[in-house]
């Protein structure tokens, strides 16, 4: 009977050993939560939790996509053009989205300068017609500090029913989910284009 309490003993000693070992060398879902928004770079290792929203997967994006009313918004960065490419190529990307999503390319940031702060919260304001218990879904690719930004930003504007889907536009695809081609949303995007020419 010692020897299996020992036994056990060491198991689990082992088991915290090996946890704490996998936190330290990272992955998704092994970042701590910070405080505030995230002013880091956008790529790299989130937390596995946001406080004041939940945390969904492909299913329950699925559910909320079907059921309609939500507002879906996808912060994925645009694509940039190959350095390989020659000058002369056609250049010509499309963003594939959620269907129904709004697209702020550049709004993944922690540090935005305060006018496009300003105008994302009032873009959004418009979007759920100022009801903040209308469910808002924040997504962009995994590991991107961007959704969980965007997840923060509504939830410390007020909004109740925030989701933050970390899986992202990769995970839906890998769904095999459907998706349609989205522009960037024209107020921000219109916003964002006349401070970069100040």
């Given at each position: 009977m010692i020897v299996s309490a020992m036994r056990s003993l060491a198991l689990a000693a082992f088991a915290a050993v090996a946890l704490v070992s996998a936190a330290a060398a990272g992955g998704s879902g092994s970042a701590p939560e910070p405080e505030g928004?995230?002013?880091?770079?956008?790529?790299?290792?989130?937390?596995?939790?946001?406080?004041?929203?939940?945390?969904?997967?492909?299913?329950?994006?699925?559910?909320?996509?079907?059921?309609?009313?939500?507002?879906?918004?996808?912060?994925?960065?645009?694509?940039?053009?190959?350095?390989a490419l020659p000058p002369t190529a056609l250049w010509r990307p499309q963003h594939r989205s959620i269907p129904g999503a709004v697209w702020f390319p550049g709004a993944a940031p922690g540090d935005l300068p305060p006018a496009?702060?300003?105008?994302?919260?009032?873009?959004?304001?418009?979007?759920?017609?100022?009801?903040?218990?209308?469910?808002?879904?924040?997504?962009?690719?995994?590991?991107?500090?961007?959704?969980?930004?965007?997840?923060?930003?509504?939830?410390?504007?007020?909004?109740?029913?925030?989701?933050?889907?970390?899986?992202?536009?990769d995970g839906w695809q890998k769904a095999d989910r459907d998706t349609e081609v989205v522009p960037a949303d024209p107020d921000w995007a219109a916003v964002t284009k006349q401070e970069a020419g100040r």
């Open positions: 928004l995230w002013t880091g770079p956008i790529p790299g290792y989130t937390p596995s939790t946001l406080k004041g929203a939940a945390v969904i997967d492909v299913a329950a994006a699925g559910s909320l996509v079907d059921k309609g009313g939500a507002v879906f918004i996808d912060v994925t960065e645009p694509d940039h053009k190959p350095a496009h702060e300003d105008a994302l919260k009032k873009r959004v304001e418009t979007l759920t017609g100022g009801d903040k218990a209308k469910p808002v879904v924040a997504f962009c690719h995994p590991d991107c500090w961007g959704s969980w930004n965007m997840g923060k930003r509504l939830v410390t504007w007020g909004y109740t029913k925030v989701s933050w889907f970390p899986e992202g536009i």
